[in-house]
Structures are given as structure tokens and as C-alpha cells.
């Protein structure tokens, strides 16, 4: 909303239609002479004393030691985290290995299971061929 200070009506004319108005809207730093100004305020205005001058120092020397401890709190938070997420893929990449090691240990484990379970098998197909020829022999030779 504008405020009444800010704006003029004026009435243009009254019609069957209706009526016209024109309103004009003043910017509040117009220095038209109807409306009261407060330009003695400026000339009076104090000069700043060291007190305050020192007052503003320290203010802004505060608000740059805020700022810094923040930027350094972040920066800590931002190197924790990090730290966090290395050591989060030093413990996958570990764990990996280590599934990785048991499966290629169970996999030689069973290979050679296999291997000696073949082997085990061939030398008692042969022993038996050794036996089953031995007693040919022998019957061949009570035959013959």
C-alpha cells in the first residue's frame, strides 16, 4: 500500500459514465515545498569519537575472528569427513581382498580335493587290472 503522503488525486471531470481521476505518486525524497522535510537532522549528526571508532574496530575485528573460526571449523568438518570416507574404502577394498583370498583358497582347496579323489580312483581301477591280469595269469597257468 502507498501511503496518503506519497500521493495525489486529483479529479478530472464527473461523467455519466463514471468519474476520471488522475493520481500522481510522489517519491518519498520529493522536496516539494507542502510537504515538511527533516533536512535539519544531517547538520547535526555528531562527529564519531575515538570511543566509537574503537567500539566499530573491535566489532569488525570480532566478526573477522568469527568468520575465520568458522572457516576453520569447516574446513576440520570437511577433512574428517574425508578422512572417514578413506578409511571407509580402505575397509571395503580390505573386505574385498579378503572374500576375494577365501574364495580363491576354497576354489585350490576343492581342485585339489578333486585332484586326489581322480587320482585315488585311477590308482585303484589300475590296482584292480593288476589283480584281474595276475588271476588270469595264475588261471591260465592251473590250466595250462
Known amino acids: 500500500q502507498v501511503g496518503a503522503e506519497y500521493m495525489e488525486?486529483?479529479?478530472l471531470n464527473n461523467r455519466n459514465s463514471g468519474q476520471a481521476?488522475?493520481?500522481i505518486l510522489k517519491s518519498p525524497t520529493d522536496l516539494s515545498p507542502d510537504r515538511a522535510q527533516s533536512l535539519t537532522v544531517a547538520a547535526y549528526r555528531k562527529a564519531p569519537s575515538l570511543r566509537d571508532l574503537q567500539k566499530k574496530?573491535?566489532?569488525a575485528e570480532e566478526?573477522?575472528?568469527s568468520q575465520e573460526q568458522?572457516?576453520?571449523k569447516q574446513l576440520a568438518e570437511k577433512r574428517e569427513h574425508e578422512r572417514e570416507v578413506l578409511n571407509k574404502a580402505h575397509e571395503v577394498n580390505n573386505n574385498y581382498s579378503k572374500m576375494a583370498e577365501e574364495k580363491l583358497n576354497h576354489k585350490?582347496?576343492?581342485s585339489k580335493e578333486n585332484?586326489?579323489?581322480r587320482l585315488s580312483a585311477l590308482k585303484q581301477r589300475l590296482r584292480e587290472k593288476v589283480k584281474v591280469r595276475r588271476n588270469k595269469e595264475?588261471?591260465?597257468e592251473l590250466s595250462g
Open 9 to 11: 488525486v486529483k479529479s
Open 21 to 23: 481521476f488522475e493520481v
Open 57 to 59: 574496530l573491535d566489532a
Open 63 to 65: 566478526r573477522r575472528r
Open 70 to 72: 568458522q572457516v576453520l
Open 108 to 110: 585350490m582347496e576343492v
Open 115 to 117: 585332484r586326489t579323489a
Open 138 to 140: 595264475v588261471q591260465s
